[in-house]
């Protein structure tokens, strides 16, 4: 199956700048997200991007692609203490988009 | 709107046991899908129903096997629990013809 990787830890203050980053192997069209995932709870969809686009923003969210480097981030802007969480980068081919596979998670701490 | 709803929250269970987990979609969702995310790790398919039957399956043993209703909520079962069974128990939904999964808290399955 797709192999999903991301880094296991981030830490910022709060106020500055996150990315997270992701990198993917599947080589076909795909689609890419980024899922937010607070203690004790499910996952929140944030965004995401296909891979024929380069970048997505939605207010604070930036994504940015490298299709040629498969590696994908997830910018914050003014990052807050409740965007401490861990956040997920998934992938799901287009022939297949209902088939999910995910990163092991960056955990994002944010100090005030 | 209700979202995803996952019942039981937590359950504890004895190896060799069974167990049921139920899920309700989001409303207008017809296609669920359910992970399994152990400690540390993020989520691994288990497998997606639509229209009662099983759509698609990840790499998970016959011991876990589902079913999904007419009024497309669904079940997980597993059988025979294994120590390493324990996990959080995420349930998704989508429309068949969407790439976008929404997510419920999940169950927090304790084998003993």
């Known amino acids: 199956g797709e192999d999903v990787e991301q880094s296991l830890f981030l830490s910022v203050r709060e106020g500055d700048s996150s990315v997270i980053n992701c990198t993917y192997t599947d080589s076909s069209s795909t689609y890419l997200y980024w899922y937010k995932q607070e203690p004790g709870a499910g996952l929140q969809l944030l965004t995401y991007i296909f891979s024929n686009m380069d970048m997505k923003q939605d207010q604070r969210l930036t994504v940015l692609l490298n299709k040629k480097d498969k590696h994908l981030s997830l910018r914050i802007a003014d990052t807050q203490t409740g965007d401490s969480a861990i956040y997920f980068c998934?992938?799901?081919?287009?022939?297949?988009?209902?088939?999910?596979?995910f990163g092991s998670g960056t955990k994002l701490n944010v100090k005030p | 709107d209700a979202g995803v709803t996952q019942s039981p929250t937590h359950l504890i269970k004895t190896r060799g046991q069974q167990v049921t987990l139920r899920c309700s979609p989001k409303s207008g969702h017809d296609t669920v899908s359910w992970y399994q995310q152990a400690l540390g790790q993020g989520p691994q398919f288990i497998f997606q129903?639509?229209?009662?039957?099983?759509?698609q399956r990840g790499n998970f043993p016959d011991r876990f096997s589902g079913h999904q209703f007419p009024n497309y909520s669904s079940e997980l079962n597993v059988n025979a629990l294994l120590l390493g069974d324990s996990a959080l128990y995420l349930c998704?939904?989508?429309?068949?013809?969407?790439?976008?999964?929404?997510f419920g808290p999940g169950t927090r399955l304790t084998v003993t």
């Open positions: 998704a939904s989508s429309l068949p013809q969407s790439n976008e999964q929404y």
């Open positions: 998934a992938e799901s081919p287009q022939e297949n988009f209902n088939k999910f596979y």
């Open positions: 129903y639509y229209e009662e039957e099983e759509r």
